[in-house]
Each structure stands twice: as structure tokens, then as C-alpha cells.
């Protein structure tokens, strides 16, 4: 017989200091994607070597990390927010950074009212 597994730990994703919330706008090709970031800024984020097997597509709400000091209008994702994040992370301190990126039809989707 085989042996059950036990279950895992619900991990949820945190944000560290200096990481931003994003709205991915478009694929730009290669490892490149354009991203609309909670502080207002459009940024070209790099998806790094290690986040490749990651899927993401127009509208995904994204995770990144501006290359500060180096250029501005550049980022590195860090991870890709599944629904159970947003409405995790839309409990905590982190909650108007999420309300910056989201357009109407995302807010209608996860259920958030102004």
C-alpha cells in the first residue's frame, strides 16, 4: 500500500522590501515583458533564467524588483501572483499597491470594491 502524503504547508507570496506589484502589458519578445508598476512607472522587466519555466501573459499581475541605482526603467520579475495571493495579500499592508495595478475588469474578478 502506499503511504499518504502529509499536507503541505499553505505558503502564500510575500513582498520584500523595495519590490513592486505590476500589470504585464505586453510580451516584447526574448526575455522581455513591459509591465505597469504600482508606483506609475511602465517598466521593461527581465524574466531571469531561473523564472523562465514560469508562464505569464497580458494582464497577469506580476511581482518585480527595479534595478535601483542602475537604471530606473528596468526590473527583474521575481514571481507571478496566483488569484490566492492577490486576495491574500489585498488582507494586508500591501493592499493599496495591488489596487494601483488592477484594471476594472480584474477588481470585478477578484471582488474588490473601491
Not at 513592486?20 to 510580451?27: N, P, T
Not at 527595479?66 to 526590473?75: F, H
Not at 496566483?82 to 499597491?97: G, V
Request: hydrophobic letters at 35%.
Amino acid at each position: 500500500m502506499g503511504k499518504k502524503k502529509a499536507k503541505a504547508e499553505e505558503k502564500f507570496v510575500t513582498l520584500q522590501e523595495g519590490d513592486l506589484v505590476g500589470l504585464l502589458l505586453r510580451m516584447l519578445g526574448g526575455d522581455w515583458i513591459e509591465v505597469y508598476c504600482s508606483d506609475g512607472l511602465i517598466r521593461k522587466v527581465r524574466i531571469p533564467r531561473s523564472k523562465r519555466s514560469i508562464r505569464v501573459r497580458p494582464n497577469d499581475i506580476i511581482i518585480i524588483r527595479p534595478w535601483y541605482g542602475i537604471d530606473e526603467t528596468r526590473a527583474d520579475m521575481v514571481n507571478k501572483l496566483t488569484s490566492r495571493d492577490i486576495k491574500h495579500l489585498l488582507k494586508t499592508e500591501h493592499a493599496d499597491k495591488i489596487k494601483k495595478v488592477l484594471t476594472e475588469e480584474l477588481k470585478e474578478l477578484y471582488g474588490i470594491e473601491e
